[in-house]
């Protein structure tokens, strides 16, 4: 007899019957349940559902099975046990700190869920006559209005469905406005701080990314930029507050730098959630900014929804801004204004971002946040992330590294580096020995302009009594890991699955089922 342990490897018993190496028969570890694989319960020859074969061919006709398809075969008790223990192997927000830097993985309350799950929102369909969804056009149309308001723009599209998708559109914006002018500027210039997605983005819009180095405290060499700035610039691309955990104190300035120059401002607002009621990126002379909602405004991400990005336009970029756009008119009614009615509004737009308008479960639970906060409450979100972001700075800086402590505060997100560890020992020793300490890893190696990086971000639903118990369990294993404790190496030793060999598992990975 054999059981399993929490590799999933089958240990041969010992002498007196019982399994080695602290094993359970069942492979459990008390209540941390053991589950194989779907297909290593449940046999290919049994089926927990009964079909009559004759109706079901009749049905189907050529498309009927007549083949094994080598489906596993549960019963419904045996289903659910499945995923349900699975779930329990999921680390959630409902659960604990989510301390990833530049996602905000913040608590998303259930009013939020509640309103999204209402019939009139949750069973709208896109292709609904607008007539019958007036009141689903209202919301969007009030977000719109919200976020005008709280970034000082001009416009606002609502159709990007990303963070990604929503820098696409602003840089589309950016292309059809010099296109407009007649100038053929082909370059975009990317800060070092500037999130990933940035150059990537500007390359696949046509353009070429040139970098614009960083201070040694973290933030937009000024000098640099404007040595770079010429007729070819097309503009900048520039993430503020910055991955490094800075807000650009000299944003206004670089604005009116490039502006001077004939170029345009993209700002990502990745990390709107550190400013958010207390600055407004319209005053600092952006151009252009993506908002995630699934960031800023609370609604689920990382696998529990889709993200939406909408799009701040200044004055500038308005008129070039994607269709459709949803208008209200002087009788209370709305209307979804499509090509061949945009009007003046949008006399040179670049035309459709998506097939239908935006995400409206996305918008219902964005509205619903702001809403049940008021404006008050959303310049305290960005109060008190910031304020936890910075007890959890102080509170670490002195067992580990932090490159720009000295920059003055940071904004929602706390930087760390692996310099000082023992030999041997890297941010990865860290981030999964958290996992023993029952937290989902720091966001790790990124930005990459710090070696090692580790980027925190406690957010601001999170009490001081949580950042207490979670700085307490980084700041052991940061002395561990100074320290040069052996077992730190091959930790988790309490999770479900012990280490993997990250560099084979991407090398050599294992992508479909063989039984």
Not at 117 to 128: E, K, N, S, T, W
Not at 167 to 178: D, P, Q, R, V, W
Not at 304 to 331: H, N
Not at 379 to 389: F, G, M, R
């Amino acid at each position: 007899m054999t059981a399993l342990n929490r590799a999933g490897w089958r240990p041969e018993m010992n002498a007196a019957g019982g399994a080695d190496d602290n094993v359970t028969f069942t492979g459990n570890r008390a209540l941390m349940l053991e589950e194989p694989l779907i297909f290593e319960i449940g046999g290919t020859g049994t089926t927990g559902v009964d079909f009559d074969e004759a109706a079901l061919a009749a049905d189907l006709g050529a498309l009927a099975r007549t083949a094994p398809i080598g489906l596993p075969g549960l019963s419904e008790s045996e289903t659910v046990r499945h995923y349900t223990r699975l779930s329990r192997q999921n680390y959630a927000i409902d659960l604990g700190l989510f301390p990833l830097g530049s996602c905000t993985m913040k608590h998303n309350p259930r009013l939020n869920e509640k309103v999204a799950r209402m019939p009139g929102f949750a069973d709208v369909h896109p292709l609904q006559p607008q007539e019958t969804v007036q009141g689903a056009l209202a919301v969007i149309n009030e977000l719109a209005v919200w976020l005008i308001k709280l970034t000082g723009m001009y416009g606002v599209a609502m159709s990007p469905k990303a963070g990604a998708h929503g820098e696409l559109c602003g840089i589309l914006c950016i292309k059809a406005a010099l296109e407009a002018r007649g100038e053929d500027r082909r370059v975009l210039l990317v800060p070092e701080s500037a999130h990933g997605t940035n150059p990537a983005t500007a390359a696949f819009a046509g353009f070429t990314v040139e970098d614009i180095p960083a201070t040694a405290e973290g933030r937009v060499d000024l000098e640099a930029l404007r040595a770079r700035l010429g007729p070819d610039v097309a503009g900048v691309m520039i993430t503020n507050p910055n991955t490094c955990g800075l807000f650009e104190r000299d944003m206004k300035a670089i604005s009116d730098a490039v502006h001077a120059a004939g170029g345009y401002v993209y700002c990502d607002g990745a990390n709107f959630n550190a400013i958010v009621g207390r600055v407004r990126p319209g005053d600092l002379g952006i151009d252009a900014m993506h908002i995630n909602l699934h960031k800023t405004f609370s609604t689920p991400h990382g696998g529990g929804g889709p993200g939406s990005g909408p799009v701040v336009l200044s004055e500038a970029l308005a008129p070039y801004g994607p269709l459709p756009f949803v208008a209200r008119y002087a009788d209370g009614t709305h209307k979804l204004v499509e090509e061949e009615n945009a009007g003046e509004e949008h006399p040179e737009t670049f035309g459709r971002m998506t097939a239908f308008h935006g995400q409206m479960g996305m918008f219902t639970r964005a509205l619903t946040y702001i809403l049940s906060h008021g404006a008050d409450g959303l310049k305290q979100v960005a109060e008190d992330a910031v304020l936890n972001a910075n007890y959890v700075l102080r509170s670490l800086e002195d067992v580990l590294d932090a490159p720009f402590a000295a920059s003055g505060p940071c904004m929602h997100e706390a930087l760390f580096s692996d310099k000082g560890l023992a030999e041997g020992f890297s941010t990865l020793d860290i981030a999964k020995g958290l996992i023993d300490e029952g937290y989902h890893p720091m966001t790790v190696y990124f930005p990459l302009v710090v070696h090692g990086a580790m980027l925190v971000e406690p957010t601001e639903t999170e009490s001081k009594a949580v950042l207490d118990q979670f700085v307490g369990a980084l700041r052991s294993i940061a002395l561990r890991a100074k320290n040069g404790d052996p077992a730190l190496k091959t930790a988790p030793h309490f999770a479900p699955r012990a280490r993997l060999d990250e560099t084979l598992a991407a090398r050599k990975p294992i992508l479909a089922w063989e039984g």
